[in-house]
């Protein structure tokens, strides 16, 4: 099993700054994702971390707005830039625990609001 | 594309009732589905998958999913609700090749009642 930590846990941030989350697991993953989960909403993947390339990004999410690293097979970064109230959310980071099976294990997420 | 379909944002349940989630997908042949468990204040926690070995399908904490393609069909259920069962409940089916992309649905609260 994997465990995933990240931080911040939650954070209050004024509009047009930019917050940086870091993910960081336990052992090495080939991909790693990242979801946003807004309130009372599901979640929505956001793009897939691969190491050693640029990140994927599903439609609607732009490398611009939410810059991503991948700089080790442990390690994330997601970044919200230029941050606006409609981006209150939770950011959930995320591996395959298994290759090729789907199933994920996520962080405990983190808490962005944004004033 | 594919996509899931949760009936009711709220269920509730008394104690030791019987606990029924539903969701529905957009396609009769998913490569995969699942169900996933988000406590207060915590990340999802896999509780079942399926993947065509069994259409009845056992998970953690006494829930089981029973897939039914005639229905495009993964309902959550549980003989016997506890209070400790009291989250938000999603289901989820992988998009076509990539297994890792999950399509979630919109999440169902389960209230247990003592």
């Known amino acids: 099993s994997a465990v995933i930590s990240q931080k911040p846990s939650r954070d209050i941030c004024q509009r047009g700054t930019s917050l940086t989350i870091q993910c960081q697991v336990d052992s090495q993953v080939t991909m790693m994702f990242w979801y946003r989960q807004q309130p009372g909403q599901s979640l929505t993947l956001i793009a897939t971390a691969n190491q050693g390339s640029e990140a994927t990004y599903e439609s609607g999410f732009v490398i611009d707005k939410f810059p991503i690293s991948r700089p080790n097979l442990t390690f994330s970064t997601l970044t919200v830039s230029n941050m606006s109230p409609e981006d209150s959310s939770i950011y959930l980071c995320?591996?395959?625990?298994?290759?090729?099976?789907?199933?994920?294990?996520f962080g405990e997420g983190s808490r962005l609001t944004v004033l | 594309a594919q996509s899931v379909t949760q009936l009711g944002s709220h269920v509730s349940v008394s104690e030791g009732a019987l606990v029924l989630l539903r969701c529905n997908y957009s396609s009769s042949v998913p490569p995969y589905l699942f169900w996933y468990v988000q406590y207060p204040n915590q990340g999802l926690q896999l509780l079942l998958k399926?993947?065509?070995?069994?259409?009845l399908v056992k998970g953690i904490n006494g829930f089981e999913a029973e897939f039914k393609k005639s229905e495009t069909s993964f309902h959550l259920t549980k003989p016997s609700a506890h209070m400790s069962d009291a989250a938000e409940y999603f289901c989820a089916v992988s998009e076509g090749d990539s297994s890792y992309k999950l399509i979630f649905g919109s999440g169902t609260r389960l209230l247990v009642r003592p």
């Open positions: 995320s591996v395959e625990r298994t290759r090729g099976t789907g199933e994920l294990f």
């Open positions: 399926y993947t065509s070995a069994a259409t």
